[in-house]
């Protein structure tokens, strides 16, 4: 081993002493690189066809078999029938203890000295030198290192790893050292290992991939993980790339802490510094992109891990399903689906419900009846999520039997424990008008100690709406907003009850409380809210809010603009003189919202028959006064001829021929004269 330069290590030391925790199993394995080799510790042995071959031990079977079988049960999904554990026989266990305690794998007298050792554990005041007294000069460095790495107890190592630097044949070693870093790792020594780390530099032993990596897991498996970024950004400097099991036990123990972002960042860092990662290292990645709503990424690595021709797991193609149903990327999901199938992975109840969920979005509800039957072939059991969706469905095409039926076999099953469960039945009972038996399953919810959430109580709400029971729909919503700011869908609910029962102060009260807290409205909310400003005369509330809607490039319906029109007609005939005498009325810059209303409302299909069925009822009621109004809208909307015959239908019926209105009218008749000159000039002089 060449020595390190005098300031080399320095970095890497003070890393060490201030870094975080991390994982023995990997560092285990990649320790075993140094165990596993012949020149282990000394010059390399000549070998020739002559030499005696080593069997080899019976535990290096035993482990490859239980590879093979990890392998095959990958995939497979819960009904994996390849065993999770070897089984051995008789036979076999004696033998594969025979193999240790004959010394067929390292030596009679190296498994004595490993046992000299342990004992020691049982006496605290033993002296290492007396216990290892008849071992001096019988043991090479390799075989001393095996000594250490059998040790149970950190303490018997540390004794045996001062011993072993008195010996003649002991050397200054990466290799014993990282040994004795995997067992202060595996009970969390963190001061010792860093200490034996700091050791290793000053007595010139460089640091490897595999040390180094033994530090990193022992910080990632103590959640030591901004010591472990610190240590990590050390070993990068000195162009030291860890193996992938050090990387994937550095992203395992950040997403066990929901880390995501930072597993985003090292997956960065290992694609920069070269390490290839395995299917381990993808799965892990996968699911924080997932988790970080990152989908478009997380398919580009799932795109790059199948490139690589790594089988995902069932997880992983659940957590995508998942992911792209919530993205409204059913496509996508289906093909995921559909390529799970092809692989052979049998899918779980949660990749079950995501389909499901799916198709009842859709509303395919054959293809969610025909997952179901699949479900069934492949014997995975449905859970209360599964069997919730499929009440929903079944209230949605009308079957409120079978609905009730499943709802009843969950009851029976004891699966029924879940809020929105209740919720999904109550709703089927409210779709079918049955209110009573609503309620009655939400306060059976409450009587099993099933706590409302915001959830439930919109559900109550729904249904004392229906009922237009207004005392107890109030005392729900007063509830509801003890659960924090009632949704849209609950507002919306309220109000409509109020102006349908005509209880128009409650409603402005409700309005202005949602204005106090800032309330932003969807499109039917928005709706209902100028609706009631209309039906109050509220005429710069309904325009500001009719301008919002527009702002926000929504549709308004027809009968909310024949509202908006019929308010303006009722109330705008004493503004049109004060419009009339500004500037802004006679230039025709006006854009009230009654002028943008009926300009859209007459480009509709069918909006110019309902203006004039508006304006025959208004006329019958409000008399000249709404012809005056609609004539002044008809200017602003840019509907000059359509003004004009408004007006003159006026005069045949013998109205009083308003002077602002005959002002404004000749105005706009004028403005358009050069588009116009046949038919529009000769109509202003007549009205003159």
Not at 193 to 217: H, I, K, N, R, Y
Not at 252 to 268: A, D, E, P, T
């Amino acid at each position: 081993m060449a020595a390190a330069p005098p300031h080399g290590h320095t970095p890497v030391g003070a890393a060490a002493a201030t870094s975080a925790a991390v994982s023995i199993a990997c560092s285990s394995s990649a320790a075993s690189c140094y165990e596993d080799d012949d020149d282990y510790g000394g010059a390399s042995s000549s070998w020739s066809l002559s030499s005696p071959r080593r069997r080899q031990p019976y535990r290096r079977l035993l482990r490859d078999e239980a590879q093979r079988l990890r392998r095959a049960r990958r995939g497979q999904g819960p009904g994996a029938d390849t065993p999770r554990w070897v089984r051995r026989t008789t036979d076999q266990m004696a033998r594969y203890v025979e193999d240790d305690r004959a010394g067929h794998v390292y030596g009679r007298h190296v498994v004595a000295a490993v046992r000299a050792v342990r004992a020691t554990a049982s006496r605290p005041s033993a002296d290492m030198r007396l216990a290892m007294a008849s071992f001096v000069t019988r043991l090479t460095f390799r075989e001393m290192c095996v000594v250490l790495r059998e040790q149970r107890g950190w303490r018997q190592a540390r004794d045996f790893f001062a011993w072993m630097k008195l010996q003649l044949c002991y050397e200054p070693s990466v290799v014993a050292y990282t040994i004795l870093l995997r067992l202060y790792g595996k009970v969390g020594k963190i001061k010792l290992a860093e200490e034996t780390f700091l050791e290793m530099l000053q007595v010139g032993c460089e640091p490897d991939a595999v040390a180094c990596g033994t530090l990193l897991c022992m910080y990632a498996r103590w959640g030591r993980h901004k010591d472990m970024m610190l240590f990590y950004s050390a070993v990068r400097r000195r162009d030291l790339v860890p193996p992938v099991s050090v990387y994937n036990y550095m992203i395992s123990s950040l997403q066990k802490q929901k880390l995501h972002g930072k597993v985003i960042h090292v997956w960065k860092q290992m694609r920069e510094a070269g390490a290839l990662p395995n299917q381990f290292t993808y799965t892990v990645v996968i699911s924080s992109f997932v988790k970080e709503d990152l989908l478009e990424k997380a398919m580009d690595v799932f795109g790059e891990m199948r490139q690589c021709r790594f089988v995902p797991e069932e997880a992983t193609y659940s957590l995508l399903i998942s992911a792209s149903s919530r993205h409204g990327k059913g496509e996508q999901a289906l093909r995921l689906f559909e390529e799970m199938k092809a692989q052979g992975i049998v899918p779980s109840n949660y990749t079950c419900a995501s389909l499901l969920a799916l198709y009842y979005k859709n509303e395919d509800y054959s293809k969610a009846l025909s997952l179901l039957s699949e479900m069934e072939n492949s014997k995975v059991i449905p859970d209360e999520v599964i069997y919730g969706i499929l009440i929903r469905i079944y209230g949605k095409l009308g079957l409120y039997e079978e609905a009730e039926q499943t709802f009843e076999k969950i009851e029976k099953a004891g699966l029924l424990s879940d809020e929105q469960t209740y919720v999904a039945m109550a709703q089927v009972h409210l779709n079918a008008g049955d209110y009573d038996r609503a309620l009655e399953v939400l306060e059976s919810m409450m009587m099993r100690n099933v706590k409302p959430s915001h959830f439930s109580y919109s559900a109550i709400l729904r249904c004392y709406v229906a009922k237009e029971d207004i005392v107890a729909a109030e005392d729900t919503f007063r509830a509801l907003s003890q659960h924090g700011l009632p949704d849209v869908f609950c507002c919306n609910d309220l109000l409509r009850l109020y102006m349908r029962l005509g209880h128009l102060e409650k409603a402005r009260a409700l309005v202005l409380k949602m204005r106090e807290d800032d309330f932003r409205l969807d499109e039917d909310l928005s709706m209902t809210v100028m609706k009631f400003y209309c039906k109050s005369n509220m005429i710069n509330d309904a325009e500001k809010i009719f301008k919002d809607i527009q702002r926000n490039n929504k549709t308004v319906k027809i009968p909310t603009m024949l509202l908006l029109i019929e308010m303006y007609a009722r109330n705008k005939s004493s503004v049109i003189l004060r419009e009339h005498s500004s500037s802004k009325a006679l230039d025709g810059t006006d854009s009230s919202a009654a002028s943008v209303a009926l300009k859209s409302l007459l480009d509709m299909p069918g909006g110019l028959s309902s203006v004039s069925l508006l304006i025959s009822k208004l006329a019958r009621e409000e008399g000249a006064n709404v012809y005056n109004a609609m004539v002044d809208a008809f200017c602003k909307c840019g509907k000059t001829e359509d003004a004009y015959h408004l007006f003159m239908e006026m005069v045949d019926q013998g109205s009083n021929r308003d002077a602002v209105t005959v002002s404004i009218l000749v105005t706009h008749l004028t403005k358009h004269v050069s588009k116009q000159v046949n038919c529009i000039q000769p109509s202003a002089y007549m009205i003159v």
